[in-house]
Structures are given as C-alpha cells and as structure tokens.
T-cell receptor, first 113, second 114 residues
C-alpha cells in the first residue's frame, strides 16, 4: 500500500523567508506526485504536479518541487513567501491503473507579515 | 465550466439520524473519490469509484457508512446511524484517468453530529 509522510505539521515564517516542506512517499511502482493547497475555509486546489520528465516542476504562485527518486521525496519550495501563502499544504501520491490518490497529513503554513 | 458540486454545504444533525451527502462530478470525469477531513486524522480516502464501479472501499470506517454511484453524474455517501465522531468535512473529488490522477475537489460538506 502506498503512504505519504509530511514531516512538518505546522510551520511559521515571516514574509520574504524561504520555504521548504518535506514529503516522502512509499510505493514500489510508478507514481504521480502532487502538491495541493487549501486556503482557510476553502477546498483543495492543485499547486503543482509531477508525472514524468524534468524532476524539477514549477507550479502556480512561485512554488516549485523537486522529485528525487532515490530518496522517494517530493519537497515543496518557495524562495520568498507572502502573507497570502498562509494555508495548509498537502502532498499526494497517485498510483495504479485507477490512479488511487493518497494524501499526507498536511502542513499548516502561517506567514507573519 | 461547473466544478464538482456537493450538497449540502453544512449539515447539523442529531446522533442516530441518517445523513446523506451528495456529489455531482465534473462531466466527463470517470473517477470519483470521497474523502473525510478532520483535525485529528487529516484527509482520509474513504472510497473511490471508476466508471461508477467501487474500486476500493477499504477506507470506509465501518458498516454505518455506505456509498453509491448509480450513474456517471451522481454519487451519495450515507451514514446511518450517525455518531458524534462522524463530525468532519466530507470532500468529493473527481478526475479523468486520462489526466493521470489530478483531482478536482468540491467545496465540501461540513457535518456536525450532536
């Protein structure tokens, strides 16, 4: 069975600080990797995704993530966070013919102005 | 284009009552997922369907929970009888297998069982 681990449950940063959120997954086969964002009171929205090719993927709002296959990791980064990035971030793994998607437990990011 | 539509958005009920949550996926999507989100357990996959057929219901907590997808444009998640520990936000999401797993979420149904 696949699983996803997010190491940080709650992160507090000042505006302009750099962000890196860790994500590791366990699954023996080919996977698709995702980061979703949930703003307060809203539903989850796709931030970025990796299917194949360049392991460094760029998403919306200046976010990027790097797939390191040897480490089973897909960490999310942003060079300079803004107050509007305050949200909960979920790493997710899709696998199998029916693309079962499993989510990590989420990381709450609080950006202080 | 309409996104995933869930109803009701909020439901408050008393323990023991039946609760039915509804979902209309995006037209053309052939996979549908039900997730439950709580503070304690995060986002849990309850069940998912492909082409209206349940593929994996191993996440359904117990027999009180059931889900159906009678056609490509409608799914229900039913809890009978409901208990206070079922209080959560229930999300429905749909995807097209051609899009390799990207999920589109509804706004969620916030359930409170008193």
């Amino acid at each position: 069975a696949q699983s996803v681990s997010q190491h940080n449950h709650h992160v507090i940063l000042s505006e302009a600080a750099s962000l890196e959120l860790g994500c590791n997954y366990s699954y023996g086969g080919t996977v698709n990797l995702f980061w979703y964002v949930q703003y307060p009171g809203q539903h989850l929205q796709l931030l970025l995704k990796y299917f194949s090719g360049d392991p460094l993927v760029k998403g919306i709002k200046g976010f990027e993530a790097e797939f390191i296959k040897s480490k089973f990791s897909f960490n999310l980064r942003k060079p300079s966070v803004q107050w509007s990035d305050t949200a909960e971030y979920f790493c997710a793994v899709g696998s199998g013919g029916y693309q079962k998607v499993t989510f990590g437990t989420g990381t709450k990011l609080q950006v202080i102005p | 284009d309409a996104g995933v539509i869930q109803s009701p958005r909020h439901e408050v009920t008393e323990m023991g009552q039946e609760v039915t949550l509804r979902c209309k996926p995006i037209s053309g999507h052939n996979s549908l997922f039900w997730y439950r989100q709580t503070m304690m357990r995060g986002l849990e996959l309850l069940i998912y369907f492909n082409n209206n057929v349940p593929i994996d219901d191993s996440g359904m907590p117990e027999d009180r929970f059931s889900a159906k997808m009678p056609n490509a444009s409608f799914s229900t998640l039913k809890i009978q009888p409901s208990e206070p520990r079922d209080s959560a936000v229930y999300f429905c999401a749909s995807s097209s297998t051609g899009a390799t797993g990207e999920l589109f979420f509804g706004e969620g149904s916030r359930l409170t069982v008193l």
